[in-house]
Structures are given as C-alpha cells and as structure tokens.
C-alpha cells in the first residue's frame, strides 16, 4: 500500500473532486469494524486507568450503568474521526450510558490533553493506559480503534474492532438497547 502513495507530486489526488467529497468518501472507506458479540458475558478487564492530572479510575468502578468503552490513539485516523461521534453520543446518553475514552498513546498526557482542546470534546473523559494494559487484554497489537459495550454488571454485551459509523441506524439502536435495559 505504500507503494501507491505519490509523496512527489504536485497534482491532486483526484482532480474534479471537491475536498469534501473525498473526506466523506475517506470516511467510509475507513469504516471497517463489525458487531461481535463471540465475547459476550465476559467480565471487564480488571486494569486501572489514570487521567492527566494523576488520577485514577479502577474500571470495576463504573459498574452500576451501562458503559461504552473505546480505546484509540492521537495518531490513529479513525480514532480521530471517530472522537467528536462518541463526543455527541455521550452528550445525548449521559446519565445513561458512560462512555469511557481511554488513550492508549505511550506518551499520551499532553498530546491528548492538546487533541481534547483542539476538537473541543467536552463531553469525554481524558483516561490515559500509558503502558496498554487494556491494549494487551484485548488481544494486543489487534489495532485501534477497540470499542466495547459492557452492561451494567460490567459483562460484554459487544465490542468493534476498527472504526464503525456511530452515527448509522444501527450504532444508535445497540445504543438505545443497552441504555434502555
């Protein structure tokens, strides 16, 4: 695949073609994640997340609601389109789902802390895994973005691994199931 990047060129990428067409066209290209429930009944990763000011959250702590649980990077393309969706889908939810943004960046704090600001994310935390812990108990080195739905008791109902369209007819029935029951 990079041999078919043109690094040299001047030329566009595909004259004609308006800017934004393309970036909705590279947005669903990226869109590669499928519902898998084959894990489905297992417990939450037992691991200890912090955010950039040194505090700490224990995942079995957010057991109690229904939790939406995504792992991405700064440098992972779909991951960063797919942080303002989850941003709004946390704003519409809250109290009803908790939706856990946890950056698996090695040197995450101050390159997430910028990403927040930049895209204006108000309604997601800033947990940081440094060492990736919760990248290794989900099979390690499987990619990013890993986006997984635990209910209530802290059991996987499904997980994505790779972008998926949040926004699809789909995404929000899932949702609206987990946070109805």
Not at 27 to 55: L, N
Not at 167 to 180: C, G, P, Q, Y
């Amino acid at each position: 695949m990079v041999g078919a990047c043109d690094r040299e060129s001047t030329d566009a990428a595909q004259p004609g073609e308006s800017a934004s067409a393309a970036s909705t066209d590279e947005k669903a290209g990226a869109i590669s994640g499928k519902i898998d429930r084959s894990y489905a009944g297992e417990m939450m990763p037992d691991a200890q997340v912090t955010d950039p000011a040194g505090a700490k959250l224990t995942l079995a702590e957010t057991r109690g609601q229904p939790v939406l649980m995504n792992l991405w990077a700064t440098w992972c393309a779909p991951c960063v389109v797919e942080m303002p969706i989850l941003d709004r889908i946390a704003a519409e939810n809250s109290g009803r789902l908790r939706v856990l943004t946890i950056s698996e960046d090695m040197d995450g704090q101050d390159k997430v802390k910028a990403f927040f600001a930049e895209k204006g994310l108000k309604n997601l935390p800033q947990w940081l895994d440094p060492k990736n812990d919760l990248g290794f108990a989900f099979g390690g080195g499987a990619g990013l973005p890993v986006t997984v739905l635990y209910d209530a008791q802290g059991k996987e109902v499904w997980r994505v691994m790779g972008a998926y369209d949040w926004e699809s007819e789909e995404a929000r029935t899932l949702i609206a199931e987990a946070t109805a029951a």
